[in-house]
């Protein structure tokens, strides 16, 4: 019933930047939340950043200041903007859109494919 799609990650070295894609098709509920997972060799998936359909948004502690999360409901697209790329924010970066209905119970949860972000001199 959706679809997530994400696009533009690569190769960057320590303190470059990345501009992350996330394309949203399908059943999108008025009241959403589209996130950013990422999940570093190794580790376990790990919450990146949140933005709902109000626009409220909410970051680890570990990317604020230097990741914005940002959503064009026209396009049902979610950014992620990456400043000062560490190494240690190398990983596969996940989209995730939870559908809610106005009751405030979630309907639904969705991921992306996931695309490869390496932070590497």
């Known amino acids: 019933q959706v679809q997530l799609v994400e696009s533009g990650g690569g190769l960057v070295h320590p303190g470059g930047s990345l501009r992350l894609s996330c394309a949203a098709s399908g059943s999108i509920f008025s009241i959403n939340v589209m996130g950013w997972y990422r999940q570093p060799p190794g580790k376990q998936r790990e919450l990146v950043a949140t933005i709902s359909s109000g626009g409220s948004t909410n970051y680890a502690d570990s990317v604020k200041g230097r990741f914005a999360v940002s959503r064009d409901n026209a396009k049902k697209t979610v950014y992620l903007q990456m400043n000062s790329l560490k190494p240690e924010d190398t990983a596969i970066y996940y989209c995730?859109?939870?559908?809610?209905?106005?009751?405030?119970?979630?309907?639904?949860?969705?991921w992306g494919q996931g695309t490869q972000v390496t932070v590497s001199s």
């Open positions: 995730q859109l939870r559908n809610f209905y106005n009751t405030g119970v979630q309907a639904s949860t969705s």
